[in-house]
Structure formats: C-alpha cells, structure tokens
C-alpha cells in the first residue's frame, strides 16, 4: 500500500533557527501534498497544499515567509520553519494524494514534532 | 505499509438509518484511537476517540467501538443526517507518531 514518510520524527532546536521537515511518497507519485498543523483536541489545521513544481497555496493566516514550502519532485516536499520560536512547537503532518486516484484518498505521514527552546 | 487501513473508500446510508465506517490497524502497540471528520479544503477535525482500556466511547450519536483482538475499530453514527456527509479518518497512536487510515467518503442520502 502507499506511505508516506516524514523525517525527521523530532527535532528540538533553539530559538531562531530554522528546521526544515521532509513529506515522501515511498512507492507512488504525489500530485498534490498537504501540510498540517495539530493544535489542541487535536483537530489538523491545513497550512498549505502544495502542487508538484508550482508555487504552494497558503491556508489564511499563514505566513508562506515563515512556513517554506518547497515541492521539487512529485516525491517529496519539504517544510522549512524559519527563524522558529517556542509557539512554533507543534506536530506537523504531511498527507500526499496519489497521482491517478480520485483526490480524495489521503495518505498521511506519520508526523513531526517540533519542540522550539 | 499502511498502518491504519480504511478498506471502504465509500459508504451511501439514508437520512435516519445508521452509519458504520470501519477501520482495522495491524500494530499492537497502538493505545489510542481517533476519528476525524473532514469537509473539503479544511485539515480533519477531531471528532471522538478512544483509549485502548476500553471498548466503547459514545458522545451523542456517535459510538466508537474497539476491539483489540481483531485490531477492528468502528464509528456508529446514529440516526445520520445529510450534514454528517464528508470523508472521514481514522487514525492511532503509540507513542509519538499519529497514523491515520486513507478515508470513507460518507454520503447522507435525504
């Protein structure tokens, strides 16, 4: 079946660093890949879909200069913090969907989380 | 392999009658699930969980059983209603990693 991985598991980092997080598609190509944010009971708040080679398109409230996505080939994206600060600590999960499927059918990464000192 | 495994990617109940989506995870070791509801172009929202020291959770009419030797757990919404339409997500946990199970597109029919 099709996974999706995400690396690294955990990253703690110092204020004003900036972390980059990878989404994979390990056994198909991803048309589109999503990024999510868990806040509290736990809901996912989309950030940004990301469309292989074109620019991301960023949920309301969401700042693209911050959140760096880049989408380079139809099997990874990746999710740059910039300059990251302690309310940046998060879980971030990336979903891809799979190139021929109907859109619908997400597969979810296992997620990162990301604990800013 | 997937993890979390949602096997009907569909499910048609009329208004009134019961919903049962199904999902199945193949590690032991998970201890904590949930079901996440989805419309489009927003992430999932969280819905109901449950704990794997029990088999039943229920808040209003949705029911989430778990069976730990069949590694099976179900959402029951009862009666259903058109506006419970949307892809729903199951999904487990262990320890620090959240795996959720691919989707059933749920439709209320009126």
């Known amino acids: 079946g099709a996974v999706v991985s995400q690396h690294p598991s955990w990253v703690i980092c110092k204020s004003g660093t900036s972390v980059k997080i990878e989404c994979r598609s390990l056994?198909?190509?991803?048309?589109?890949m999503f990024w999510y944010r868990q806040f509290p009971k736990q809901s996912l708040m989309l950030m940004a879909t990301?469309?292989?080679?074109?620019?991301?398109?960023?949920e309301q409230g969401v700042e693209k200069d911050k959140f760096l996505i880049n989408h380079a080939s139809l099997t990874l994206s990746t999710l740059t913090v910039t300059s990251a600060h302690p309310e940046d600590s998060s879980f971030y999960i990336c979903?891809?969907?799979?190139?021929?499927?109907?859109?619908?059918?997400?597969?979810f990464g296992p997620g990162t989380r990301l604990l800013v000192l | 392999d997937q993890q979390v495994k949602q096997n009907s990617p569909s499910l048609s109940v009329q208004e009134g009658r019961i919903s049962i989506l199904n999902c199945d995870y193949t590690?032991?070791?998970?201890?904590?699930f949930l079901w996440y509801k989805k419309y489009p172009a927003e992430g999932p929202t969280f819905l109901i969980s449950?704990?794997?020291?029990?088999d039943k959770n229920e808040d209003g009419r949705f029911t989430v059983f778990l069976n730990k030797s069949a590694k099976h757990l179900s959402l029951h919404i009862v009666p259903s209603q058109p506006g419970d339409s949307a892809v729903y997500f199951c999904?487990?946990?262990?320890?620090?990693?959240?795996?959720f199970g691919t989707g059933t597109r749920l439709t209320v029919i009126p």
């Open positions: 979903s891809a969907t799979q190139e021929g499927g109907s859109g619908e059918t997400q597969y």
């Open positions: 056994d198909f190509q991803a048309t589109t």
């Open positions: 990301s469309n292989e080679g074109s620019k991301a398109t960023y």
């Open positions: 590690n032991s070791m998970f201890d904590y």
């Open positions: 449950i704990s794997s020291i029990k």
């Open positions: 999904a487990a946990t262990g320890a620090n990693n959240l795996f």
